[in-house]
């Protein structure tokens, strides 16, 4: 692996960095995009047997039945260990302790005559898309079951892939442990269309969300409008700002802690020190030869990491902005004198003793972030993700009557002319009001 390339801001490789991230947040390929809208239309007229089809392909097993047995989370239940099961458990009581937080209430007023507000109802029926194959993620289950079920969706449909037939069992106990019992063995793209639209044995959902890879994210894509989706999910990113007196190796683990994912990861440190900038150079080095994972986080940091040089920490913040990273820790003397310049992250990690894998388990906030530059203007998974806002009116006669003529002056110029009558009908009207 050669070295993190370090670079000044404000120079041609600077610029050509920034254009590289642009890119890689990219969507799908026109031939990506090609096969998943064959499976969906095959799935929508096929039903279970489309899917069936599609698990053997892909997955190598043709399941008798795509949803999984009560006995098969038996089973994993007695082959977990005892201390995974008791940090889940942690992680449950911390997240629903945030989540619960953001829990919104109906609001009413009068105005007058008339009563205003909102309706706050909770979406009936969610899909959950757990990833599976080389890697399964218990922590994904709970990142979005959990603002789910604070919010009062009355029903969770989980597909988690399943390869060779076989489940992680952490995710399963993680489902277990959050009383979700509607679970199935399907992934990929034919598991998005199936929740979408519905089969014999799958239910058709009224969200999808969770993360996956770029045939569940374009899949997700297609079939938003029947049915809503959290948002596009795309490759991991970090972006550090830190100075002189942050540790190297406490830098440098939290870069490569994202490059492990994937090899389109994006590990970005922004400096005013140029001796820190060094010293973390070195310190990737070192650390990636010991690295399971290394030749994953390798290319990861070769193709879309760097250490940048600034000038100062206002432009290491402008800088931050300019790339709206999904994840965005601080490691200054003093973090809370830059936040207020901190405009676009997913997640703001303030401090040495905040890494961002904190934040992927146990510390309350959810980890379904946006990514690719989308913190401009997505926000975390949250409850407010699971509820539905109805509209609410209520005028008695008098109050119509006052605002009668604006209706029909604006109905009349837009050349709606049932509109109007529908109000001067009401208008015309003799006798005692209701």
């Known amino acids: 692996m050669s070295d993190a390339r370090l670079i000044r801001s404000g120079t041609t490789e600077f610029f050509e960095f920034l254009d590289a991230l642009d890119r890689r947040a990219a969507g799908g390929t026109p031939d990506v995009e090609a096969r998943v809208r064959m499976i969906i239309d095959d799935v929508r007229s096929g039903g279970d047997s489309a899917v069936r089809k599609y698990t053997e392909l892909f997955d190598g097993v043709r399941p008798r039945s795509l949803r999984i047995a ?54 009936e029926r969610v899909g959950v898309y757990v990833p599976g194959g080389k890697a399964s993620y218990p922590s994904s289950v709970l990142m979005n079951v959990i603002p789910a079920k604070v919010a009062g969706v009355s029903e969770i449909v989980l597909c988690v892939p399943a390869p060779e037939g076989e489940v992680n069992p952490y995710v399963l106990v993680a489902a ?10 399907i992934g990929g793209a034919q598991a998005i269309a199936a929740m979408a639209y519905g089969t014999k044995s799958v239910p058709k959902v009224d969200k999808i969300v969770g993360p996956g890879n770029i045939y569940v994210a374009t899949a997700k894509r297609m079939v938003f409008g029947a049915v809503d989706i959290d948002m596009i999910a795309g490759p991991s990113e970090i972006l550090i700002i830190a100075d002189k007196s942050a540790d190297a190796s406490f830098v440098a683990a939290d870069m490569l802690g994202q490059a492990e994912h994937d090899e389109l990861a994006s590990s970005v440190l922004v400096t005013d020190s140029a001796v820190l900038a060094a010293n973390v150079r070195k310190e990737l ?40 990273p999904e ?43 946006p990514t690719g530059g989308t913190s401009r203007f997505f926000s975390p998974l949250g409850v407010y993700d699971f509820v539905k806002r109805s509209s609410l009116l209520s005028f008695d006669r008098e109050t119509f009557n006052s605002l009668a003529d604006a209706v029909t002056a604006i109905a009349d110029v837009e050349g709606l002319e049932a509109h109007a009558a529908s109000v001067r009908v009401r208008r015309e009207q003799v006798g005692p009001g209701g």
């Open 285 to 324: 080095s070192r650390r990636l030869a010991g690295l399971s994972r290394k030749s994953i986080a390798g290319k990861s940091i070769a193709d879309y990491g760097a250490i940048v040089v600034a000038e100062d920490l206002e432009e290491a913040a402008r800088i931050a902005n300019r790339i709206a």
């Open 70 to 123: 009560s006995e098969t989370v038996v089973d994993a239940l007695k082959s977990v260990k005892k201390p995974v099961v008791n940090a889940i458990q942690t992680a449950i009581e911390r997240l629903t302790t945030f989540h619960s937080r953001q829990k919104e209430e109906s609001w009413f007023f009068h105005d007058g005559g008339a009563m205003l507000g909102q309706v706050v109802r909770p979406i």
């Open 327 to 369: 994840h965005l820790e601080v490691m200054t003397e003093h973090p809370m004198e830059l936040l207020p310049r901190l405009r676009n992250a997913g997640a703001i990690f303030l401090g040495r003793w905040t890494p961002e894998a904190l934040g992927d388990y146990v510390a309350g906030p959810n980890h379904t972030l």
């Open 176 to 185: 277990e442990m959050l009383g979700v019992k509607k679970i199935y063995g």
